[in-house]
């Protein structure tokens, strides 16, 4: 069974369109996280949450916005796509917030 | 300064050697530290985590020097199966926030 599952692998979309990616864990965990990984492979915090509650809220564009509606899911929406969104995006959970994070496989955000 | 900094790299080794990476961090109450590995088009993966006291896990040994602000990680042996980028991480502030270094790439060569 997958412990951190993201939908979907790969994205291939338009500048402009309005996409999301889901993300779900079944380990159990309180907290989970968004990581963008951009061409250069710097693993970036973007969101986490701790049972539902945003902790963490970096500087990113408020065209993305974080949804969990319970503690085993962790969505990102994204608005009004840019070529600088293209990255890959993984999702995380761990069990607590000072506790090693487990890594989904990632969605390959490409804008074309 | 950055957050967390990590050897450049690449490392490229023979089999069998021994390599060592480095990673300083700037925050003194940084609370906890790990290591991960991440192959070529994957995830992140939870190698080993940091104690105080140092810490060992078959080939793998990690240590950590608070006054120095330094963790290191030791591969002894090295096998062509170790090869990846290497990320050290650092975890700190009341929101526990993960800083992850940008990683040294290792290649073992046969």
Avoid at chain 2, 90 to 107: A, E, Q
Wanted: hydrophobic share 30%; glycine share 6%; net charge positive.
């Amino acid at each position: 069974d997958t412990a951190v599952s993201q939908t979907p692998k790969y994205l291939v979309t338009q500048m402009g369109n309005d996409k999301s990616i889901k993300c779900e864990q079944n380990l159990g965990h309180d907290t989970m996280y968004w990581y963008k990984q951009d061409s250069k492979k710097f693993l970036k915090i973007m969101f986490s949450y701790n049972n539902k509650e945003l902790i963490i809220n970096e500087t990113v564009p408020n065209r993305f916005s974080p949804k969990s509606p319970d503690k085993a899911h962790l969505n990102l929406h994204i608005n009004s796509l840019e070529l600088g969104d293209s990255a890959v995006y993984f999702c995380a959970s761990s069990k607590h917030r000072d506790q090693p994070q487990h890594f989904g496989d990632g969605t390959r955000l490409s804008i074309l | 300064r950055k957050e967390v900094e990590q050897d450049p790299g690449p490392f490229n080794v023979p089999e069998g050697a021994t390599v060592a990476f480095n990673c300083t961090y700037s925050n003194s109450a940084s609370q906890s530290f790990f290591w991960y590995r991440q192959d070529c088009r994957k995830e992140p993966k939870l190698l080993m985590s940091v104690y105080s006291s140092g810490n060992e896990d078959g080939r793998f040994t990690a240590q950590l020097n608070r006054a120095s602000q330094y963790i290191s990680l030791l591969i002894r042996d090295s096998k062509l199966s170790d090869s990846a980028t290497y990320l050290c991480v650092v975890n700190w502030g009341s929101n526990y926030k993960l800083t992850f270094g940008k990683g040294t790439l290792l290649t073992v060569n046969p």
